[in-house]
């Protein structure tokens, strides 16, 4: 175990901070003028960051904001986004950052449910906020643009982001006792059924994200962290923002993800560790060599879920450490990861992470099934603040999540007899055709590794015969021909013979949410179209084996 990583491990057990305030202080305390977060060439410290926060703080204060209000931020990943979290800690107000993919209903959305007084925005996105004005953000007061100029007329009282800060530098702020029960931040997650919910996290289940994968990585002030991911989602918030405070040494936050600007980052950078999604970790895999590859220092990709293949290039190919064993969601993580020292099983998402929750797999009853079968993944946690408190203004579904004492993941899974855990399926997108369970997980993993497959979803589709068919929807990569008839007799020779789709459909694009995830009721109220293949009209068949 590294300097650090032990150094976190000693102070879990005494007197580790709860809040990103403390943490804040933490690293000020220690090293306030070492190089902290990296924009893409954009350095600054963990003082330049403290320092910009504490302007804007004073100006959000200047305009009444204080403990308990919202401040929404609709920003790229930039310094502002990062100043704008602490400034909002500092007052014990809450940041709610917003995907910078919204616009219409879906910004308006988050804004009026949040109830955000403030909004921090980007100079390019504000044509968005314009459009959305006035009477249907009732709430939001005034807006803070990031850029040169104010530019579009708002409809509601606006300044520059250097103006507020110049003006809050002057301003007294209030002393506000933060504790690690009060909230941080509300993050949003995207909603498939329904209009997306705000988590409400807690300062201390901020900070205890952050503490765990430095303990899992065995992260130390040596490590140079890498991630693409945006930091209005949590994982990077706790990895690269807070992560990087306790540990020492620094993060390099990529404003958006590319294929051909990874190894030269790689190399600018000196990173040592990346944190990604398994879906990037495959396109990088799966990429030709680059010149900046040669004599990379990486020691760790941390990406989940990635396939076994994607695995072992990482491993072979680029002679790096992966980290791909974890599972968790918004509302609770870590609920599982790989242990120190242990070889993960292939397929599992680690072990149940004992250190913050209790895990079980449990029936439609809440009862718990046998090591093996399948059930839905629960947990409660192991002490105070270290899962969501609850989804802001849904005391309702808030009670659902957490009915009988366990939140409730909406997640399928299984733990096998030497207690790896394994994730199965979404609840909702679970298949079962002629008495047999199918994963679309699964499946999708497996169509997904034709070579002219370039995006699938499997879904249901309504049988005649009662339960389910399946029916695979597909985007083909550019250029590429296959047929229908030839994708569903490929997949019949992977998969087993009740698994194999009766429906095959290719579109130009599947339909996604903001946030870029699949929207499988759209495509199973869809069901058969008119361009839809269908297997038993065509007379095919396989035997049974």
């Known amino acids: 175990m590294g300097e650090t990583a032990a150094t976190l491990a000693r102070m879990t057990a005494s007197s580790a ?16 003028d070492g190089p902290y977060l990296d924009f893409e060439g954009d350095a600054f410290t963990a003082r330049e960051i403290s320092d910009g926060a504490r302007g804007l703080a004073g100006a959000l204060a200047d305009r009444g904001i204080g403990r308990g209000d919202r401040v929404a931020t609709l920003l790229e990943n930039r310094p502002e986004q990062v100043m704008s979290f602490f400034a909002t800690a500092m007052l014990g107000a809450i940041q709610v950052p917003i995907n910078t993919a919204y616009k219409g209903e879906f910004l308006r959305h988050v804004l009026v449910d949040s109830g955000a007084r403030v909004l921090v925005v980007q100079e390019d996105f504000a044509t968005r906020v314009a459009e959305v004005a006035g009477a ?34 002057t301003v007294s702020l209030p002393a506000v006792d933060v504790g690690p029960a009060d909230l941080a931040c509300f993050i949003y997650t995207a909603g498939t059924t329904g209009p997306s919910k705000g988590c409400m996290l807690p300062h201390q289940y901020v900070v205890a994200l952050a503490e765990q994968i430095a303990r899992a990585w065995g992260r130390t002030a040596d490590d140079v962290v890498l991630t693409p991911l945006p930091l209005f989602h949590f994982n990077a918030i706790s990895v690269c923002v807070v992560g990087t405070l306790l540990t020492g040494g620094r993060a390099s936050i990529a404003r958006k993800f590319s294929v051909s600007r990874f190894w030269p980052e790689v190399a600018r950078t000196g990173a040592t560790m990346l944190s990604m999604l398994g879906s990037l970790a495959i396109l990088i895999a799966n990429a030709e060599d680059h010149a900046d590859q040669a004599g990379h220092g990486l020691r760790l990709c941390a990406a989940a879920p990635m396939p076994p293949d994607t695995d072992r290039i990482w491993r072979e190919r680029f002679g790096c450490a992966t980290f791909s064993g974890g599972y968790g969601l918004t509302e609770a993580s870590l609920i599982s990861m790989l242990p120190a020292g242990e070889i993960n099983r292939p397929g599992a998402a680690g072990k149940p992470n004992a250190h913050e929750f209790e895990v079980q797999i449990l029936d439609d009853n809440d009862r718990p099934v046998a090591v093996g079968e399948i059930g839905e993944i629960v947990c409660r946690p192991t002490g105070p603040n270290l899962m969501f408190a609850g989804y802001w203004n849904r005391p309702e579904a808030t009670v659902e999540v957490l009915r009988n004492l366990w939140f409730h993941t909406g997640d399928l899974g299984r733990l096998d007899d030497e207690g790896f855990l394994y994730f199965v399926d979404r609840k909702k997108d679970y298949l079962r055709r002629r008495g047999e369970n199918i994963s679309s997980f699964e499946m999708e993993r497996t ?53 194999i789709p009766r429906y095959v459909e290719f579109r130009t694009d599947l339909p996604r949410n903001p946030v870029g995830r699949v929207l499988k009721y759209e495509l199973r109220d869809d069901g058969v179209t008119t361009t839809t293949w269908d297997r038993d009209a065509a007379g095919i068949t396989f035997d049974r084996r």
């Not at 809040?19 to 090293?31: C, F, G, K, S």
């Not at 007061?141 to 809050?168: P, R």
């Open 447 to 499: 169509v997904i590794a034709h070579d002219a497959i370039a995006d699938v979803a499997v879904h249901a589709v309504p049988s005649d015969q009662g339960e389910d068919d399946v029916k695979v929807t597909a985007v083909l990569v550019v250029g590429a021909v296959l047929t229908e008839e030839e994708l569903c007799r490929w997949t019949a020779e992977r998969v087993p013979y009740f698994a």
């Open 17 to 32: 901070p709860t809040t990103v305030l403390a943490v804040l202080e933490y690293r000020l305390q220690r090293d306030p």
């Open 136 to 169: 249907q953000l009732p709430d939001v007061e005034f807006v803070i643009v990031v850029g040169d100029t104010v530019g579009t007329d708002l409809e509601i009282a606006s300044m520059s982001w250097a103006d507020a800060l110049a003006g809050g530098a």
